[in-house]
């Protein structure tokens, strides 16, 4: 099972990638607001102990702690928190904490001041939904000192070309369609695109999910959310390198 931390709670939309987000989908049940930020119970998650003086979050499953689910690590309304995440997961350097930003243009405001060429324990995530995404993101995300980068394309809006970027310390590139019912159609010659320039730069692809609307040979497919996942990994079409 995976391991998660989500400090705060609330975002707010900034990119085309946002217009469905799974966080306001789920909050709109309950009638909350998204875009009201809030510090959670499990802020001091990664520090709190037993009544042994064991730290009660443990590696467990593929020993990464997905961290902020719920928001974005890097959101402005967080900037008076954020250290104190920071000093939580150097503290917890047995644990790895992986994040995915839509914010990475903040990066340099939002680092500890000791983060040198960027802690051993923390995986940056940079999202590019469409092509002017990436070409905004990207390029800041490749200078920046992150010692493990991975690439989310999810939702993927439209074809993207990524050649430029891959191959410059990038572990993985994941993609994806959308959920949800107002979910915006995934083509798969987009992601199959995608496998191609992973393959010619040497980086490893995941296809995570189809998405609920996936079209294939101009067909579409009104795909149910517990088969996303699964209708994905038939395809088998995931590379590791
Ligand atoms: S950045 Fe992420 S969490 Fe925030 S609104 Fe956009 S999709 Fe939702």
Redesign the pocket.
Known sequence: MNVTWNPWHG????SP??QN?Y??RQDARYERDSSQVVKNKTFYLPVEKNRSGEYKLRREGDGIVYLCFS??FFLEDADGWRDECWRMIKQRSDLDFLFIT?RIHRFYECIPSDWGDGYDNVHICCTCENQSMADFRLPIFLEAPIKKKSIVCEPLLEEIDLSAYLNHGISQLIAGGESGYNARPCRYEWILSLRSQCIAAGVSFYFKQTGAKFIKDNRLYNIPRKLQHSQAAKAGINVCF
């Open positions: 975002c707010h939309k900034i990638g946002c987000c966080v306001y928001s974005d839509k």
